[in-house]
């Protein structure tokens, strides 16, 4: 009962300085929101990598010229696909070029059974793509690097392929061959591995040696690699932008000290007048705590709900750019975001102990004062 | 800095303290220096020795200046002496620990501020029984017990209002009601007259007067001459700043 009365008693007399509650409140959601948009982005970024390389082949195998990533013989791929243990393989051509100063990505697809791949003069457009360049199925794209090509658009890929899609330019291998005058040979070879539990590693090292045992110069990189480089990649971005917010922090947590600091002579007094009256210090650290943690979660709350706003009405708009190369404004119809409840706790524990420094400390200051000296 | 404490009714006092054991207050050698060890010590002041009992009012008399808020602020615990010390019923207050202190300042003292001291903006009910929050009493009951106390005032319909929408002579009787809501042992009032009409100032003194003869340890400290006419115990205390320079 005492500590319920205590209780109400300390929301009231929070909000009895209604400039001094929300100017705090609002220097910590302005701190957090982008904290937490930030986190959203980076974990959903995250978790779309992870399942785009969980669907990714189980070897990824690239030449190797003089220490880097060289292209590989296309006849190299019918000699996979011939090895026992291999269920399927297919080659790639990943490029870039450039379309009306745009630059875009181009994968040329080799076939493959069971997988879907555009046929010889058609080509399938990204959505974010096709909406900037305003193409619908039909539409001609003409392509220019080493060698030119006119294709078809033959699909626009469903907005919801994921982000990794949505820039994307998909061609048959012919015509991505054509494109950089690479006739007869490929820049990666995608080999999945006949499935079967406790079996699979052991067929996963009988195709590398296999490949290796061709002669050709090979790097060969498994799934679990490969999700790591991606992972790793994402964990530098992330390292990056908490970082930049450390910075941020630092410069916002004296502002914060100084709202929650401005209205302390008021706050000493009436913390002198309830210990005339007969509080105890235990008492009067109570209500400071009790205020601390309706602001915490106040703060928490809104923050959350800001950010949730924040990504999925605008887009996550200046801080998804971080995390997402070549993004522009728009140009995806949802960012990958995903709200854990990590972030989440770590905006409340950082809320509360900045708080408390603020408010806590002060109130704990006043109340061990003598009653007259803090009356004053 | 010295004390002149008379019985001015002695041949007619004796009829308030019943009950159980009365309460007694006592100062002893008490002193309060300001800033000490520095050029700009203040002696507020020095070595005041009295007893405070219940059946009579204790008039502290000087001017201003003189060291009567200190002496009421050391006798309520509201500061602790620089020597000498504070007993209540034998015990010296700096022997209690801080949950003792602000027990014997919640339920044992009332206390009226020279300068009022309530709380802007919160409604006269919950000013007045603030010192019942720590104990746990509910809403309902607080309100009660501030209407009680505003009604004995005559402030009965304005316990809705807040401070700044009273008068000056209603502020100050709010006040009172808050030293007198947890029905205390001692009551310790500081220029109770100074701000407020005659009539009011008769008012209160009036309920001064009847708690000190219902057993209560009553202390006003003054330099009003209607005040000195109610007492029945005066301590004078006399400018230390004019003692010093004497
Ligand atoms: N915090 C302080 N620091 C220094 N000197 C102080 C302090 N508080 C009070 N004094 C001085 O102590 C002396 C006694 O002050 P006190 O408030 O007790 O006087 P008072 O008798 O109540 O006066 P008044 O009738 O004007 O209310 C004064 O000279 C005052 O200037
Ligand atoms: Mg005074």
Not at chain 1, 63 to 84: I, M, Q, T, W
Not at chain 1, 293 to 312: G, H, K, Q
Not at chain 1, 343 to 362: D, R
Not at chain 2, 213 to 239: I, M, P, Q, Y
């Amino acid at each position: 009962m005492k500590h319920w009365t205590l209780l109400w008693l300390a929301l009231e007399m929070a909000v009895r300085h209604p400039v001094r509650f929300w100017a705090t409140v609002g220097c910590l959601v302005a701190v957090f929101t982008p904290l937490l948009v930030g986190m959203a982005i980076l974990e959903g970024v995250r978790a779309e990598s992870i399942a785009s390389v969980d669907e990714g082949p189980d070897l990824l195998v690239t030449g190797y010229e003089y220490g880097r990533n060289g292209s590989v013989a296309e006849a190299l791929v019918e000699r996979c696909r011939r090895l026992p243990d291999v269920s399927r393989a297919r080659g790639r051509i990943v490029g870039r070029t450039f379309l009306s100063d745009r630059l875009l990505t181009v994968v040329g697809l080799g076939r493959s059974d069971g997988l879907p791949v555009p046929p010889e003069g058609e080509a399938w457009v990204g959505a974010a793509l096709a909406a900037d360049l305003k193409i619908v199925a039909g539409s001609y794209l003409s392509l220019a690097d080493q060698g030119e090509l006119t294709l078809r658009v033959g699909r626009v890929l469903s907005p919801r392929a994921g982000l990794a899609s949505s820039r994307l330019v998909m061609l048959s291998l012919k015509d991505a061959q054509k494109l950089y005058e690479t006739p007869g040979r490929v820049f990666d070879l995608q080999i999945w591995v006949r499935p079967g539990e406790d079996r699979h590693a052991r067929r996963l090292l009988q195709v590398a040696y296999d490949l290796r045992t061709t002669g050709h110069p090979l790097r060969i990189q498994t799934k679990k690699l490969v999700g790591e480089y991606v992972d790793r990649g994402l964990s530098i971005k992330g390292g990056t932008f908490q970082a930049l917010y450390l910075v941020a922090l630092g410069v916002l947590v004296p502002a914060l000290l100084v709202t929650s600091g401005f209205g302390l002579s008021t706050r000493r007094w009436e913390i002198g007048l309830m210990k005339a009256l007969g509080f105890s210090v235990v008492d009067v650290i109570e209500m400071a705590a009790v205020e601390t943690a309706a602001m915490s979660v106040l703060s928490t709350c809104l923050s959350f709900l800001l950010a949730w706003c924040w990504v999925r009405l605008l887009e996550g708009a200046l801080v998804a750019q971080l995390f997402i190369a070549g993004l522009e404004q728009g140009s995806v119809s949802e960012i990958p975001a995903r709200f854990a409840p990590e972030p989440v706790l770590i905006v409340l524990a950082l809320a509360a102990i900045l708080l408390s420094a603020g408010l806590v400390y002060t109130s704990y200051r006043s109340a061990t004062a003598r009653p007259v000296e803090a009356l004053r | 800095m010295t004390v002149d404490g008379t019985d001015r009714t002695a041949a007619a006092g004796g009829e308030g303290a019943s009950g159980p054991a009365p309460c007694v207050l006592e100062a002893r050698g008490v002193g309060k220096v300001y800033h000490p060890a520095s050029s700009r010590v203040v002696v507020a002041l020095d070595r005041v020795s009295q007893r405070f009992e219940a059946g009579g009012l204790h008039v502290i008399w000087g001017p201003s200046g003189c060291g009567k808020t200190t002496l009421l602020s050391l006798l309520g615990g509201l500061d602790m002496p620089t020597t000498g010390e504070v007993l209540v019923d034998g015990t010296p207050l700096d022997r209690l620990s801080e949950p003792e202190l602000s027990l014997f300042r919640r339920r044992r003292v009332g206390f009226l501020f020279q300068n009022s001291n309530l709380l802007a903006g919160v409604p006269l009910w919950a000013n007045v029984s603030l010192s019942m929050v720590p104990d746990g009493i509910s809403s309902a009951s607080r309100r009660a017990a501030a209407g009680a106390r505003l009604a004995e005032l005559g402030l009965e319909d304005l316990g809705d209002r807040t401070p700044e929408e009273l008068s000056g002579g209603e502020v100050h009787r709010a006040a009172l009601a808050r030293a007198l809501v947890r029905d205390p042992d001692i009551l310790l009032a500081d220029e109770p007259t100074s701000q407020i009409d005659e009539a009011n100032a008769a008012g209160v003194m009036a309920v001064l007067d009847r708690l000190a003869r219902a057993g209560k340890v009553v202390v006003v400290a003054s330099h009003d001459r209607f005040v000195r006419e109610a007492a029945r115990w005066v301590t004078e205390l006399k400018s230390t700043r004019r003692a010093i320079g004497g």
